[in-house]
């Protein structure tokens, strides 16, 4: 079956620290790789995405690269802001009978940034 | 523009209760998702519709879990006789089609049976 294990939290920075939140998967077939957000008090919201190997999905300062020979696509960002502090989850999607559509997601991770 | 909504955002009710659980998506997406989310935990596909169309009902966990979509925008999730276990975050999401199309979520719906 299809799963994704990301690091667990909380994971508490100081602002303008390096950020880096782990996630591998495995997958039935060729998936495609997401990170979600969910600020609080919100709904999730897609961060970036990736579809294959060696692409990079970036958005607001964070990257994340899809890594077919680690199964992984660990979430990075330089420096972050008190505002990224939210719930980040890695989600991956398989095609089947033609449609991507059903998202596997990890358990998420908290991130409080500090000023 | 509006984005998904739900209502009731949260819900509680007795054991052994009906529910009933509203999304209205985006205008015009033709896809709509339920998942649940325990607490702690990720969420968990449900079911998937295509405009009226169920095409997938093998996340629902239990006979007493059933989803609509009569007309092919709002969509209810009903769960019956309630049990302890059904307490969860239900989110709806919805995409203009059915491909890889980045997928929209609402607030969510928390329902706590007691």
């Known amino acids: 079956g299809n799963s994704v294990t990301q690091m667990e939290g909380p994971v508490t920075l100081s602002e303008e620290a390096f950020l880096t939140i782990n996630c591998t998967y495995t997958?039935?077939?060729?998936?495609?790789l997401f990170w979600y957000v969910q600020y609080p008090g919100e709904g999730l919201q897609l961060l970036l995405k990736?579809?294959?190997?060696?692409d990079k999905g970036s958005n607001k300062g964070f990257e994340a690269t899809y890594r077919k020979e680690t199964t992984s696509f660990h979430l990075e960002k330089g420096s972050v802001q008190v505002s990224d502090s939210a719930v980040y989850f890695c989600?991956?999607?398989?095609?089947?009978?033609?449609?991507?559509?059903?998202?596997?997601f990890g358990k998420g991770t908290l991130l409080t940034v500090n000023p | 523009g509006a984005g998904v909504s739900q209502s009731p955002r949260y819900k509680v009710a007795k054991r052994g209760q009906d529910v009933a659980l509203r999304c209205d998506p985006i205008?015009?997406?033709?896809?709509l998702f339920w998942y649940q989310q325990a607490l702690g935990q990720g969420p968990e596909f449900l079911t998937y519709?295509?405009?009226?169309?169920?095409?997938?009902k093998s996340g629902l966990p239990s006979d007493r879990f059933f989803a609509e979509r009569p007309e092919g925008s709002v969509s209810t999730l009903k769960i019956q006789r309630t049990q302890q276990e059904d307490s969860a975050v239900y989110l709806c999401?919805?995409?203009?089609?059915?491909?890889?199309?980045?997928?929209?979520f609402g607030p969510g719906t928390r329902l706590t049976v007691l």
């Open positions: 999401a919805s995409s203009f089609s059915s491909s890889t199309d980045t997928q929209y």
């Open positions: 997958a039935t077939g060729y998936p495609s």
């Open positions: 990736a579809t294959k190997a060696d």
């Open positions: 989600a991956l999607s398989v095609s089947s009978g033609g449609s991507n559509y059903k998202l596997t």
């Open positions: 205008s015009g997406h033709v896809s």
């Open positions: 519709f295509q405009n009226e169309a169920q095409l997938d």
